[in-house]
């Protein structure tokens, strides 16, 4: 199992890359950089590149709208190129709000652009001519749409790895389905690993039916906060525990709208179907404090990796047994410590 963590968007980028540097020679496997509609990652992530030597860095995550498939394959490829093959990619959709409200662009099939984006991109990086017609685009773009002057192209540099991994960010129902059978990898949210299969389960074991074996496992990158000590009992776990409600509270109780909040959905497939209800109605009426009051207990310990050392052993083993391959950790003390302490629980 490998270790990973998310760097801020909003916070002190070339500080955090002193930090990264750090947590690279403690152990850490991997770090993902976040864009939503803050700086762009990808000059971020060139940036980490040449700052550090052995850690992989992944795009968490990429939209397949702000730029073209074929883009993204530029992209990943030249990101690899000045990582030395550690480049990780990270794709998703995003929501409406960004992507048409800061992008300026329609948000439709964010499902199929996604699976074509995938396609796309492994076309380019195996430098064969990119001609490709999916549900979302087709390229060369047909002469009735442009001058009629395009023809199909291959990447001009060769890549240094013709496969890039790709990770998926997806939530529901067909998304999972396509993710499990076409990406390298999963990034799901709100993931509980001793209930993930009643949300999950048989669409995860649908798309696998359906993967090409040449993709290898589906690898799975999830986790919450972490936090090891024999401190971390009683009182004190629950004082670490209780900083996950807020941001549990954004995503069940204020995320899209009344009757289509999937993370909603996703916690009444838990089967906090009454809790889920409780969350939203506190939060869209205004009472954040108490939404995140109502978020269970339980979801919290089981999503969290806080405890003294042979609690967290345990939790790993749960992560691992539901499929998690890079644990995605948020240290809430000291983060070297807290990596080197997880290094040592692997």
């Known amino acids: 199992m490998k270790l990973s963590m998310m760097i801020s968007y909003s916070g002190d980028f070339k500080a955090d890359v002193n930090k990264v540097q750090d947590l690279e020679r403690a152990g850490l496997d991997l770090v993902w950089v976040p864009e939503a509609y803050s700086f762009d990652s990808v000059s971020q992530m060139g940036y980490l590149a040449a700052s550090t030597s052995t850690i992989e860095i992944g795009a968490g995550i990429l939209n397949v709208y702000s730029r073209t498939a074929a883009c993204l394959a530029q992209t990943a490829a030249g990101l690899d190129f000045v990582s030395d093959g550690r480049f990780v990619l990270g794709l998703g959709a995003s929501g409406p709000q960004v992507i048409e409200g800061f992008h300026g662009v329609a948000y439709d099939k964010p499902m199929p652009r996604i699976r074509d984006c995938i396609n796309v991109i492994r076309i380019a990086l195996r430098r064969e001519k990119l001609e490709y017609d999916g549900p979302t685009m087709t390229i060369p773009l047909p002469a ?203």
């Open 144 to 346: 009735e749409q442009g001058t009629g002057l395009g023809k199909p192209l291959k990447l001009i540099n060769h890549p240094v790895r013709d496969s890039v991994p790709i990770f998926w960010a997806s939530l529901m129902g067909l998304s999972v389905k396509a993710t499990a059978r076409h990406a390298d990898g999963w990034l799901p949210t709100l993931f509980d690993p001793t209930k993930y299969q009643k949300v999950w389960g048989v669409d995860v074991a649908a798309g696998l039916a359906r993967r090409d074996p040449s993709l290898g496992p589906l690898q799975i990158s999830a986790g919450g906060l972490a936090a090891i000590g024999e401190e971390y009992t009683g009182t004190a776990r629950t004082e670490v525990l209780d900083l996950a409600r807020d941001s549990v509270a954004l995503y069940v109780g204020g995320m899209g709208a009344r009757e289509k909040n999937f993370y909603n959905t996703v916690f009444q497939r838990y089967g906090y179907e009454e809790e889920a209800r409780e969350i939203q109605d506190l939060y869209l009426s205004g009472n954040k404090k108490a939404a995140a009051e109502a978020i269970p207990t339980e979801f919290l310990e089981n999503s969290n990796l806080v405890g003294p050392p042979g609690r967290v052993k345990d939790q790993i083993a749960s992560f691992a047994e539901a499929g998690v391959t890079h644990l995605s950790v948020h240290p809430t003390g000291d983060a070297l410590q807290t990596i080197e302490r997880l290094k040592s629980l692997l």
